[in-house]
């Protein structure tokens, strides 16, 4: 009955096939840069430093007496807690003092230790509007100088007793 092209209106073709196999190598492509990418950023953070506890103190930690410490804890952002051990340090001895290193031992009730880390000394340099932390060596202590400080630290295991912790001085440089 119609002179024209025969038209059927219902589509017989089968929808495109997926290239799953294109799909599966792109995914483990990305997988594989994901991993790589995080060993290379994990590489490239400082190891914690651990320093023995039958460790010696430095030589010239005698002349370094830490007074006045003082703990508080706040929240971070990612809803943990933050623990600060703040104090005094005086270089009583002849040489100015541009490092610090100190070991601090967090106890079990046991008196075991529960935790031992060890860190660089930070000065704080200002209190407000915000507590401003900076390395020894930005602000030597010279013979007779007195510097306030605080160690942060970001996690204190839930076995320590909740005394004030041990600090040692087990490295200083000086000029």
Do not use: C
């Not at 790589?36 to 490239?44: A, F, P």
Request: aromatic share 6%.
């Amino acid at each position: 009955m119609s002179s024209g092209p025969d038209l059927n209106l219902a589509s017989s073709a089968q929808p495109p096939e997926r290239n799953w196999l294109s799909l599966a190598i792109a995914a483990a492509v990305v997988l594989i840069g994901a991993a790589v990418l995080i060993l290379v950023l994990e590489h490239s953070k400082p190891a914690a430093s651990v320093t023995p506890i039958s460790a010696a103190s430095d030589a010239y930690a005698a002349n370094l007496p830490i007074t006045g410490l003082a703990m508080s804890e706040a929240a971070n952002f990612a809803g943990g807690k933050v623990t600060y051990l703040d104090g005094h340090i005086a270089n009583t001895g002849n040489r100015t003092v541009t490092a610090v290193t100190v070991q601090v031992l967090f106890r079990t009730f046991a008196h075991e230790v529960a935790q031992n880390e060890t860190q660089p000394l930070m000065i704080i340099r200002t209190r407000d509007p915000y507590v401003d932390l900076q390395p020894v060596s930005t602000a030597p202590l010279k013979p007779g100088d007195t510097q306030d400080f605080r160690l942060i630290f970001d996690a204190v295991t839930s076995d320590w007793d909740g005394t004030y912790p041990e600090v040692r001085i087990v490295h200083v440089e000086t000029r």
